[in-house]
């Protein structure tokens, strides 16, 4: 699942007219990067929520063949946040363990690798398994802890979720379906029970929140994929289709 329901108030006036998931960095959408990534780790069935300009990421996005995947929607009146979000589409998502992206995030972790983890909250006893990343300046307090492969809320040495994760369904089972609901409070929960793990991430990632990281991203994304160049010329931030 991709989450894509946000309505992006740091990244306006922007978002006034496109969906924040199909601002453009490196020449595709940021949600393209994800589409692309995930048919190259062979993960084709996608659900995508939406709510502000939803119809404009349908409209764009289509059912998903161009990209290698398969597209579902599950349409929300009003955004319900990341965990309501997840219980809204659950019919859509089934009842195995599922990965869940943020629209708005970027990584160049191996997605392939880190969804094999799914196998342990389908024979064990954990409820998430959750990337973390070293803090970002502009969340320099982090989340939560990691150690020993379980992700906890003590105080020393935390770490910053990365919006990247692998849920099994029974995590949100006591939510009702339509209604707002963060999933911060269900983490902390699980955490209190030690059925939540985790794993670092030390490569490239980027919570592209605002427009200074969105062309922090577009800058860094031109340079890979044209390691000489001198110059970068400023980038289109919209998708047109």
């Given at each position: 699942?991709?989450?894509?329901?946000?309505?992006?108030?740091?990244?306006?006036?922007?978002?006034?007219?496109?969906?924040?998931?199909?601002?453009?960095?490196?020449?595709?959408?940021?949600?393209?990067?994800?589409?692309?990534?995930?048919?190259?780790?062979?993960?084709?069935?996608?659900?995508?929520?939406?709510?502000?300009?939803?119809?404009?990421?349908?409209?764009?996005?289509?059912?998903?063949?161009?990209?290698?995947?398969?597209?579902?929607?599950?349409?929300?009146?009003?955004?319900?946040?990341?965990?309501?979000?997840?219980?809204?589409?659950?019919?859509?998502?089934?009842?195995?363990?599922?990965?869940?992206?943020?629209?708005?995030?970027?990584?160049?972790?191996?997605?392939?690798?880190?969804?094999?983890?799914?196998?342990?909250?389908?024979?064990?006893?954990?409820?998430?398994h959750l990337m973390l990343v070293t803090?970002?300046?502009?969340?320099?307090?982090?989340?939560?802890?990691?150690?020993?492969?379980?992700?906890?809320?003590?105080?020393?040495?935390?770490?910053?979720?990365?919006?990247?994760?692998?849920?099994?369904?029974?995590?949100?089972?006591?939510?009702?379906?339509?209604?707002?609901?963060?999933?911060?409070?269900?983490?902390?929960?699980?955490?209190?029970?030690?059925?939540?793990?985790?794993?670092?991430?030390?490569?490239?990632?980027?919570?592209?929140?605002?427009?200074?990281?969105?062309?922090?991203?577009?800058?860094?994304?031109?340079?890979?994929?044209?390691?000489?160049?001198?110059?970068?010329?400023?980038?289109?931030?919209?998708?047109?289709?």
């Open positions: 699942m991709i989450l894509a329901a946000g309505r992006g108030e740091r990244m306006r006036p922007l978002t006034d007219t496109c969906p924040k998931p199909l601002l453009v960095a490196g020449g595709k959408p940021l949600i393209g990067h994800h589409l692309e990534r995930l048919a190259e780790a062979g993960l084709r069935d996608v659900v995508i929520n939406h709510a502000h300009l939803g119809r404009m990421l349908e409209d764009a996005l289509g059912d998903g063949s161009r990209f290698g995947v398969s597209i579902r929607y599950s349409a929300e009146e009003a955004a319900l946040e990341t965990a309501g979000g997840i219980r809204q589409a659950q019919e859509l998502l089934g009842d195995d363990v599922f990965l869940v992206i943020n629209g708005d995030v970027f990584c160049d972790f191996d997605i392939g690798a880190f969804a094999n983890q799914a196998r342990h909250l389908t024979s064990g006893d954990s409820l998430a803090n970002p300046p502009h969340h320099s307090a982090g989340d939560f802890t990691l150690k020993g492969g379980r992700v906890s809320e003590a105080p020393e040495n935390r770490l910053t979720y990365a919006g990247i994760g692998l849920f099994h369904p029974d995590l949100f089972s006591g939510l009702v379906i339509g209604e707002r609901a963060a999933l911060g409070p269900l983490l902390r929960m699980a955490m209190a029970r030690g059925r939540v793990s985790g794993e670092r991430h030390d490569g490239y990632w980027i919570d592209v929140g605002t427009p200074e990281r969105l062309a922090e991203l577009d800058s860094h994304l031109k340079k890979s994929q044209n390691p000489g160049a001198q110059r970068e010329s400023k980038a289109d931030t919209r998708f047109h289709g």
